[in-house]
């Protein structure tokens, strides 16, 4: 058990919705990062909190939007879902964010039908 | 941008065989990371590296960091059938302390 909770474990929805993605990061851990796992992008870097600010962005659609709130869990909010942005979405944590090991979740199994 | 390339893409072996995994940056590395993602699980890390020719053992595991920092390896002695999964390097470089990831080998192992 890596301590990074994610929920949920899995979601389908259909193209155009929303959803929301959860994170809650290793206790005493300051940053969390956001990555996409697909089968053929490998491991895709999309957004880095660390306490509460935006620290870095990578391959992140505008459609897609991310937050770290005050008690240092994280949401990633994803709009106007595409047939392509079914994947897996996992959420890490470390402890301040650079140089540091990263503590992956079980991961958000998201389909768009 | 940083680019991380790690080959094979793929790796079947009998138990019992030896094992290696490349990886490549485009950039001087920080630091490199190994996880390992058992199928329909998550990445869960295994080891950093920092110095410049490093080598660690982790069992039947052996790490190696490039002379450049631009490359490193994994090395599985005598493969068992609980090492299948897919092992990932992760390179912080370049200006960057973000964790580029590699594509990935995926280890079969045949008993």
């Known amino acids: 058990d890596s301590g990074v909770t994610q929920t949920p474990k899995h979601l389908i929805t259909a193209t155009g919705q929303r959803v929301t993605l959860r994170c809650s990061p290793r206790s005493g851990d300051l940053s969390v990062y956001w990555y996409q796992q697909s089968l053929d992008q490998g491991l895709q870097f999309l957004i880095q909190?660390?306490?509460?600010?935006?620290?870095a962005k990578g391959n992140i659609l505008e459609r897609f939007s991310a937050q770290q709130f005050p008690d240092l869990h994280s949401e990633l909010n994803l709009s106007s879902l595409e047939l392509g942005d079914s994947a897996l979405y996992f959420c890490a944590s470390s402890r301040d964010g650079e140089n540091s090991p990263l503590h992956f979740g079980n991961g958000t199994r998201l389909t768009v039908t | 941008g940083q680019q991380v390339m790690q080959i094979p893409q793929y790796q079947h072996v009998q138990e019992g065989e030896d094992f290696t995994t490349y990886c490549n940056s485009s950039t001087t590395l920080s630091n490199i990371q190994w996880y390992k993602q058992r199928p329909g699980g998550h990445p869960v890390f295994l080891i950093q590296?920092?110095?410049?020719?490093e080598v660690k053992k982790q069992k039947r595991l052996t790490f190696q960091f490039g002379e450049a920092k631009k490359n490193s390896s994994l090395h599985i002695t005598a493969t068992q059938t609980t090492d299948v999964g897919t092992y990932f390097c992760?390179?912080?470089?370049?200006?960057?302390?973000?964790?580029?990831f590699g594509r990935g080998t995926s280890l079969i192992v045949h008993p």
């Open positions: 590296l920092v110095k410049s020719g």
């Open positions: 909190y660390y306490n509460g600010e935006e620290r």
């Open positions: 992760a390179g912080e470089g370049g200006g960057s302390y973000i964790p580029t």
